[in-house]
Structures are given as C-alpha cells and as structure tokens.
C-alpha cells in the first residue's frame, strides 16, 4: 500500500482523539445493556454524518443497528463492525466503548481517503453482542449478503490476530415427576429432582472424555419449593461450548442423553430447549498477516496464540462463516486480567484503552484501505474461506 496512505490515515485518526476518546467515554459513562443500545446509536451515528456518511438505522429490524456508508453499494465492500452494548450490572467491563470508537476513527480515516480506494466501506453497528447474537439477527436479514470481508477489533490482555473463539449453545432441561408426601407417602411420587441430579452425575462421569476446550457449565433453576414434599418440577441450564461447532452439537447431544438416561431411571417425564448460539471464529490468515503487520509498525508486538489460551465465544464467529473475517484483540491489561470484571472495566477507561482505540483505528482503516486497493488480496482471503469452510 502507498506509505501516503499510512501517513494520512495515521493523520487523521491522530487528529481525531478527542473526539474518539468522547465517544468512548461517553459510551462508557451511559452504559446500555443488549438491545437497549439507543443514545449509543444515536451518538455513533451522528459522528459519522459529519463526515459525510449516509446512514440507516434500524436495519435488519432491530432499531439500534445501523450501517454508515456512502454513494450506492460498489464491490468489492469492506464492512468494520462496531459494537457498544455493555453487560447487565458491570457497565463497559468487556471494552464494547472501545470497540464502536475504534470503528469510527477508522470509518473518519477511510472518509478521507476514498477516492482513491477501489471499492466501499461501510461501518455496521452491531447490538447485543453479549449474549443477543445482534450480528447473526443481522446476517440473517441480509445485511451481510454485499459484504466481502468484514472486521473489528476486542480489547484484551495480550496482543492477538489469531485467537479462536468456542462454539456455544445453552441447554434447559424440565423435569416432569409426581408431587407427594415425603414421610407419608414417598412411594407414590415421582421424584424430578432426583432425576435432576442422576444428569449432573452422568455428566461428570462423562468429564474424562471431554476435549480440552469441551465446556458444560449447569445451574440449577428450579429443585423443589419444599423438602417434606418431593419434587414434582425441576430445571437446569446449561452452557456448552466447544472449540468447533460440529462438536459442541455433539455434545449437546451426550448432555441430552445423560438428561434422558436419569429421566428413565427415575420415571419422569423431560423436556429439552436448545438455544443455539455463536459458532467458532475462523480467524482469515490473509486479513490477519495485514493487520498484524500494520499493529507491528505502530509499535505492538503481536502474540501467537496459546494453545492452552482463555477464549469465550463471539458472534463474530458466526460472520466469519460467512466473509473473510477478522476480531483481532488489542492489550489494555496485563494477562491475568480476564475481561467481565472490575478490574478489567478500569482499563477500557484508561490510557492503555484510549491507545488500543487508536491503534485498532489506524490498523483496522491500513487494512481495509490495503484490501481495497490490492484486489489479489481479497481473492486469496476468500480463497482461504471456501477452503476452510470444506473442512467443517
Ligand atoms: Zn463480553
Ligand atoms: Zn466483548
């Protein structure tokens, strides 16, 4: 890519902290949970007006999305994603602030130099990250459909282009028994509780099994209302995960039968709800050798992922099913910070935020300024993607 291009963007994301750092702080001081993601629509999408975007809101029917793009759709497109939906009782601890300010500073970058980019952009703000799936909602819409590749950026506590994320789904499981007396009369019920428990049971008897990133999380929802009557209703839910999405299905699959099994043994009724959620991301190694190449010129040293790495599930993944994909993370905090604490919330406010802000910005507008003006590269992300989708 022409070193200009560099200078400018570099330029004018610098020029523009202020402004990106009030939106970040803005968003974080008015934290708004899944959905509910109103002033922080309005806010984002009121920047990128200024500088000359056309905007949609409320697309895919979910009233604080939006897209921010300009003239009519050209190919090939490049989308960033934002997005800033903050987690029900612990505000901006996931960095969501960070995230929707990076993608507009590089949204302003790209603005500036689109006559000379081969092709669009088009910034897509995405809600209900945690837990919502906004990006699936969105991809099932059609939203997706004239994108080519699409990127953002997480905070983190390392430096990484190529972290996987897990496959996840949750579970609930109804047991249906006979309420009785417990003293008088225990031969006569049915005890759904007890049917409950076979299931956790069967379940850690299975744990040997289980693949190293293989997760069965389960709470109790409901055991009973009192101990001299036996349980007539009880549930659980549970969250699986696992590295790939074929497996996670698997399991769910083996967590239903040991559910089955305890039902039979115990003679109560079951029922399943399975809620399927993000799949795993398949980070695209052509858009990750450009940004990792571009995060290393401004300074950051870029980890290879641990085979033994902490990751959590995103709905990016299910994009990259889609288009050649990227959700690289940036560092804000040393590596026994997990993201979702306090802890971890005090960095998304800090300098080490505001400079992963401006980092992600600066990479994000190379990277997508680089696949619009290099078509070749583009081809052989796609390539990439047909190839590994054979695979799964
Ligand atoms: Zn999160
Ligand atoms: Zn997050």
Redesign the pocket.
């Known amino acids: 890519m022409p070193s200009e291009h560099t200078r400018q963007i570099t330029a004018v994301i610098d020029d523009s902290v202020d402004l990106l750092w009030g939106i970040s702080e803005s968003l974080f001081n008015e934290p708004e949970i899944a959905f509910e993601e109103y002033k922080a629509c309005q806010l984002l999408t009121n920047a990128l007006r200024n500088f000359d975007y056309s905007i949609d809101v409320g697309i895919g029917s979910l009233p604080t999305a939006f897209r921010a793009t300009y003239g009519a759709i050209r190919k090939p497109c490049i989308a960033i994603l934002a997005e800033y939906d903050a987690?029900v009782g612990l505000g901006h601890a996931?960095g969501h602030n960070l995230i929707a300010a990076a993608a507009i500073g590089a949204g302003i970058a790209l603005a500036k130099l689109r006559p000379k980019l081969k092709g669009q952009v088009q910034i897509i703000g995405t809600p209900a990250?945690?837990g919502g799936g906004g990006k699936i909602l969105l991809a099932n819409a059609g939203i997706f459909d004239s994108i080519d590749a699409a990127m953002m950026f997480h905070p983190a506590s390392k430096n990484l282009v190529l972290r996987p994320s897990l496959a996840s789904s949750r579970l609930k499981i109804e047991f249906i028994g006979k309420a009785s007396h417990a003293a008088a009369a225990p031969e006569e019920g049915i005890n759904a509780l007890d049917a409950l428990i076979l299931s956790f049971n069967n379940i850690h008897a299975l744990r040997p099994t289980f693949a190293p990133k293989d997760r069965v999380a389960g709470i109790i929802l409901e055991g009973g209302r009192a101990a001299n009557i036996i349980p007539a209703y009880t549930a659980a839910d549970f969250s699986i995960r696992s590295l790939t999405t074929k497996r996670r299905d698997k399991l769910v699959e083996k967590v239903i039968i040991c559910a089955k099994s305890a039902a039979q043994a115990i003679g109560c009724q079951v029922e399943f709800k399975v809620t399927h959620g993000y799949r795993e991301i398949i980070p695209n190694k052509v858009m990750a050798g450009i940004f990792a190449s571009h995060l290393e010129s401004l300074g950051r040293v870029v980890s290879e992922p641990d085979p033994n790495e902490r990751m959590?599930s995103t709905d990016m993944g299910d994009i990259s099913h889609l288009v050649p994909a990227i959700h690289p993370y940036l560092a804000i905090a040393p590596e026994n910070i997990a993201?979702?604490t306090e802890e971890f919330k005090q960095y998304c406010i800090a300098e080490a935020g505001k400079q992963a802000m401006l980092d992600a910005a600066k990479a994000m507008a190379m990277t997508t300024a680089e696949l619009l003006t290099r078509p070749e590269l583009l081809s052989r992300a796609r390539e990439e993607l047909s190839s590994a989708m054979r695979t799964k």
Do not use: A, R, S, Y
Request: glycine share 28%.
């Open positions: 987690l996931c990250e945690e959590g993201g979702h």
